[in-house]
């Protein structure tokens, strides 16, 4: 069992700054690409931010610039920086992680239970 569990969502005015954190628990063996995604009303849930154990990072063109993904392997962690937020930005943002656990020889993705970023003035 693998259970990725997200916080630092909220309400934030245009241009601030908030910081989602995602950890991952379980019967882990291994993490490879870790992310973020985003999922509005009506709408299919869509790539924010990868990266990969080796730090390598994909960002969506709206972000660039604006969001930085990292991640601890170690701690299984991973954690997107998010400034200069635009109302756009409003939605629901899910951890993703491709995980390799105990019990199987395959990565298969798991999701966090997701958290709320609004951006409004």
């Known amino acids: 069992q693998v259970q990725l569990v997200e916080s630092g969502g909220g309400l934030v005015h245009p241009g601030g700054s908030l910081r989602l954190s995602c950890a991952a628990s379980g019967s882990i063996s291994r993490i490879n690409t870790m992310g973020w995604y985003h999922q509005a009303p009506g709408k299919q849930r869509e790539l924010v931010a990868t990266i990969t154990r080796a730090g390598s990072r994909t960002y969506a063109d709206s972000v660039k610039g604006r969001f930085t993904i990292s991640r601890d392997n170690d701690k299984n962690t991973v954690v997107l920086q998010m400034n200069s937020l635009k109302p756009e930005d409003t939605s629901v943002y899910y951890c993703?992680?491709?995980?390799?656990?105990?019990?199987?020889?395959?990565?298969?993705?798991?999701w966090g239970q997701g958290t709320q970023v609004t951006v409004s003035s």
């Open positions: 993703n992680a491709q995980v390799r656990a105990y019990y199987t020889s395959t990565y298969e993705p798991y």
